[in-house]
Structures are given as structure tokens and as C-alpha cells.
């Protein structure tokens, strides 16, 4: 995984971002113009990319404003000389991970999105709702209109019936 990404990072111009695909797995890179700092971040096939450059920028931003270029270049010199990964100490790092495991809750425009399709379901049941209601409504004034119209009868033959005796 560490080849893979220095590879891919090392691969990647300045000021670019691409996403490369290796098997169930895509590692999306960042690579900054201005000062040279890269970001990998390899994740699953599902995860939004959208979402994922949005978090390295947010990474990269942050590294770049508490970690000194002269920090960076020593431990890259050192990890270089040495042929082993030497770290830069960026404990804000783990926390960006643990945050950004459900990309919904991470990302403001997921969140509003899944937001927005929860309020459609419920509009959804609502307008069925309604709809059947005005349904019911309808059956209930057809049921009326009959009644009355069976009064009317009713009425009338009761008339014709009562005409012929006179009660006094």
C-alpha cells in the first residue's frame, strides 16, 4: 500500500488530481502546485469521490498551516536516506478519518442531500395520504348524493301513497 501510493503521488503532476483504480480499491491523489505536498487516499469503489478530494483539501490545508515545509522536507530527506517511511507527527489525521467513515455525515452537501430525500419520502406519503382521503371523500359524497336521492323517492311515494287517504 505505502509503494502504491508513493508511486501513484510521485506519478501525479503538480496542481492535478486523478483517481486510479487497483482492484476493489481507488487511490485518489491530490498533489499541490504551490508548495509540493500530496495527499493519497485510497478507499473503496462506493465512497463519493466528491467527498474525497474535499477531505484532502481540507488535509493538505491543515498540514500545510501546522506542519512547517522545513518539517516535511527533513522527514522526507530522512525517509529517503534511511529507505524506510519516516513519519510527520499529524495527529489531526486520525480524527479526519474516524469523522469522514460515513461520507453522509461528514459531507454538508450528502447530509443536506440525504436530507432532502427524506423529506421527499415523507411528502411522498403525505400526498398518498391525501389522496386517499380526497378518495374516501369521494365515495362519502357519492354515498350522500344516493341517500338523497332515496329521500327524494321515498318522499315522493310516500306522497302518492298518503294522497289517496286524508286522515281528519
Known amino acids: 500500500m505505502n509503494f502504491f501510493s508513493r508511486t501513484v503521488a510521485e506519478r501525479t503532476s503538480a496542481g492535478q488530481r486523478q ?3 487497483e ?4 487511490a485518489h491523489v491530490y498533489s499541490r502546485a504551490n508548495d509540493g505536498v500530496a495527499g493519497v487516499i485510497v478507499t ?3 465512497y463519493p469521490v466528491r467527498v474525497v478530494y474535499s477531505l484532502l483539501n481540507k488535509i493538505l490545508e491543515e498540514f500545510t498551516t501546522k ?8 522527514k522526507a530527506r530522512e525517509s529517503r536516506a534511511s529507505g524506510k517511511q519516516v513519519l510527520v507527527d499529524y495527529p489531526s489525521l486520525n480524527d ?6 460515513d461520507p453522509k455525515q461528514a459531507d454538508t452537501i450528502m ?5 432532502l430525500d427524506e423529506t421527499k419520502i415523507i411528502l411522498h406519503k403525505t400526498i398518498e395520504s391525501v389522496l386517499e382521503r380526497g378518495e374516501k371523500l369521494d365515495s362519502l359524497v357519492d354515498k350522500s348524493a344516493a341517500l338523497s ?11 302518492k301513497q298518503n294522497s289517496c287517504c286524508v286522515v281528519m
Open 111 to 115: 447530509r443536506v442531500q440525504q436530507e
Open 67 to 74: 506542519v512547517t515545509k522545513d518539517q516535511w522536507e527533513t
Open 44 to 46: 473503496d469503489e462506493e
Open 19 to 21: 483517481s486510479i483504480q
Open 96 to 101: 479526519y478519518i474516524i469523522k469522514y467513515q
Open 149 to 159: 336521492q332515496s329521500s327524494k323517492t321515498f318522499y315522493k311515494t310516500a306522497k
Open 23 to 26: 482492484n476493489s480499491y481507488t
